[in-house]
């Protein structure tokens, strides 16, 4: 059992005082643990997960963890999962939020592609009675409060994550070294802090930062991205890519110049393509944010919910560096 899953159980058989520091409702907690509430033993509810792209491999491990889930448990929950074709496709959220309030589920779990503009959509939703349970990317925090919605955020630390890779390339590199970033959807929430992250390591590392752009969290974009930096700058020691959709890309523009190796490069989420390349020296380093289970947590606090739990606030996730040494 990962330390991610032994979190969910340690906080269901946490003493009194923990249930109550995150407003649980202990005598729920037990039924929950077992699948089993008595506000919907009479029947299935239904249970949708809206995710990013599904070109994203941190995705499909999302979906896969969420479909494994759900096949285990389908005496208790229908559950339907759907995602976008690209990383901005964002109308195709608002439809499936809006698909599953006409069809009546009752839990909505989502990781939204803009944390502004999701707001008001899943406003509508709350409203309708749905309870949405937000994962992985957070929603913004004024454009909730102008939705009239309190949505708690399940999920990492990004700026966390993202400073410890940075830490991590600074740390090899040295004071002095230049590097770049390759930033995130600049709508999401989760894009920025991962770059304030990156920026806390260039800080405090003395690092030089060259120059730092959107790939859009997407693979051939980075590629161009990154081979336009080899193009400008002749001296990059180092590149912060904000996931490992993107660390992809970069790799493969250092393959083309015969610079994989020489160049260091952190990313973050540790799909399974980046493991080799950590392993060949092509990548320093990723953060483990463990996406499958989140979708698993994600569905067990809307069950929660669901049986008359509230919950308020950031409800934190495990985050993990995974170098070398944690691949042999």
Not at 11 to 16: E, S, V
Not at 251 to 268: E, M, R
Not at 269 to 286: E, F, H, R, S, Y
Request: net charge neutral; proline share 4%; glycine share 8%.
């Amino acid at each position: 059992m990962s330390n991610f899953l032994k979190r969910e159980s340690v906080l269901i058989n946490a003493p009194r005082r923990a249930a109550l520091k995150l407003g649980l409702a202990g005598t729920l907690v037990l039924a929950l643990s077992c699948g089993v509430s008595p506000a919907f033993a009479a029947g299935k509810p239904k249970v949708g997960l809206i995710m990013k792209s599904l070109s994203n491999e941190f995705f499909k491990q999302m979906k896969a963890g969420a479909d494994k889930y759900a096949a285990e448990n389908k005496d208790k929950f229908d559950f339907k999962a759907v995602g976008m074709k690209d990383e901005r496709d964002f109308a195709s959220q608002v439809d499936a939020v809006e698909n599953f309030v006409t069809q009546k589920y009752d839990i909505i779990v989502v990781a939204p592609a803009d944390s502004k503009a999701m707001a008001t959509p899943l406003a509508k939703a709350v409203k309708a009675g749905v309870k949405v349970i937000n994962i992985d990317v957070p929603l913004d925090a004024d454009a909730k409060k102008k939705a009239g919605i309190d949505l708690a955020f399940f999920g990492p630390d990004n700026k966390g994550g993202a400073t410890l890779a940075g830490d991590a390339l600074a740390k090899d590199l040295g004071p002095g070294a230049k590097v770049v970033i390759l930033e995130g959807n600049p709508e999401a929430d989760n894009a920025k802090e991962r770059k304030e992250g990156f920026m806390d390591s260039v800080k405090s590392g003395k690092l030089e930062l060259l120059d730092s752009k959107t790939a859009h969290w997407e693979t051939e974009e980075a590629n161009t991205v990154m081979t336009n930096f080899l193009t400008k700058y002749k001296d990059i020691q180092g590149v912060m890519a904000a996931n490992d959709s993107m660390a992809l890309g970069v790799v493969k523009a250092l393959d083309a110049t015969g610079q994989s190796g020489k160049i260091k490069v952190v990313g973050f989420d540790n799909i399974p393509p980046v493991q080799p390349l950590i392993k060949d020296g092509k990548m320093l380093a990723t953060v483990e944010q463990y996406g499958a289970q989140m979708a698993v947590l994600g569905i067990q606090y809307g069950m929660r919910e669901l049986a008359g739990e509230t919950f308020t606030g950031w409800v934190k996730t495990d985050i993990k560096l995974v170098t070398a040494a944690d691949l042999k």
